[in-house]
């Protein structure tokens, strides 16, 4: 008898709504983007689709820049196991930030394993408003960006 493969696939990442975790409803994406601002409260993670997968163990992991707690000690990664619900299932990964915010800049990388196989993973660079990239500062449109790139090519 042949085993049945799962099938994963990120289906959304970026900024989504406040999660509630008391509810099954997942957060709805507000923003698609692996660039993520650092201001308090935003949450930020993907969602992953899960086929024929049902029963098996699931392993996620929230890896974040080297973000000390009231001690100065480094956090360690944020992980945990379930079991996947279905055959057909959808499932948030995600994080917020909170105060200060200095030290949550960086990349937070986050996974998702199945029998010891990363299935799902994506990294979120958390930057300072001021650290803004050009296009996001400047909200150029990509005629502006295709033309700056031109002009960059020849030393202008």
Known sequence: MSKLKFDVSVIYSGIFTKWDVESNALPRLLKSTVH????IDIEF???AHIKKAKNQKLRYCIYHPDIPDENDIIRPPFDGELYVESNDWKF?????????????VGNWRMTLEL?????????????LPDDLPFTEKYNT?????????FW???GL
Do not use: M, S
């Open 45 to 47: 993670g993907f969602i």
């Open 92 to 104: 948030f990964i995600g994080d917020t930030i909170w105060a200060p915010l200095h030290n949550k």
């Open 141 to 149: 449109t990509q005629d502006e960006q295709k033309i700056a790139a």
């Open 36 to 39: 993520i601002p650092a201001e």
């Open 115 to 127: 029998k010891g196989r990363v299935i799902a993973e994506k990294t979120f660079k958390i930057y």
């Open 152 to 154: 960059k090519k020849r």
